[in-house]
């Protein structure tokens, strides 16, 4: 069994890298594999709305949006993480949701269970907001939303590390990726 794991930020080691971290590590231990799509190593540009992809499911743009859409044909569960940027997700999540368009027909993600978590730097930074998206835009891909526990994992940190002194929102991290692999047992039988 796989899982994908997608950090939204464009910064190398962020705090939401580090709760995705967290929330990957159950699966680790029951021996899934898993991969991590680290937007801050890929390029992928938005969408330009050009609709050519309705044709044959497959974008015009050559970037590594591709990649991801591989990645996404063979996981059985994703977690997606990123920072608030001005209450929303950061610019690179959200051109890799636009960009899942080209495949909506297909559809590789449906009945896949899926995590989210969001980071902001204040306690009213859009961290709801931003898992709303995520689950909103998982919802739109056929997922299963799993919670973590409420919804997803909202944290509030701002310099690079400062998750790491906050040993709750690191356990709600791992309680979030339990869910998401507990239901993908589940579905998986």
Not at 39 to 57: A, Q, T, V
Not at 83 to 97: E, N
Not at 109 to 114: H, Q, Y
Request: charged share 20%; glycine share 10%.
């Amino acid at each position: 069994m796989k899982v994908c794991g997608i950090s939204g930020t464009p910064r190398i080691n962020g705090n939401s890298t580090i709760l995705l971290d967290h929330a990957l590590s159950p699966f680790k231990k029951e021996g899934w594999e898993v991969v991590q799509i680290k937007l801050s190593e890929k390029k992928i540009l938005p969408c330009n709305g050009c609709d050519k992809c309705r044709n044959n499911g497959t974008c015009v743009i050559d970037d590594d949006m591709a990649q991801v859409i591989d990645k996404f044909r063979e996981c059985d569960a994703l977690i997606v993480s990123t920072p608030v940027y001005y209450r929303t997700p950061t610019a690179q999540l959200m051109s890799l949701f636009q960009r899942y368009y080209s495949v909506r027909e297909e559809k590789p993600l449906s009945l896949k269970p899926g995590g989210a978590i969001a980071v902001g730097r204040g306690t009213g930074g859009g961290q709801a907001i931003t898992i709303n998206i995520i689950y909103t835009w998982m919802l739109s891909c056929g997922m299963v939303c799993v919670p973590g526990e409420l919804n997803g994992v909202t944290a509030r940190a701002d310099a690079p590390g400062d998750i790491l002194h906050q040993p709750d929102r690191l356990l709600q991290a791992e309680a979030l990726g339990q869910n998401v692999l507990r239901i993908a047992a589940s579905l998986s039988r």
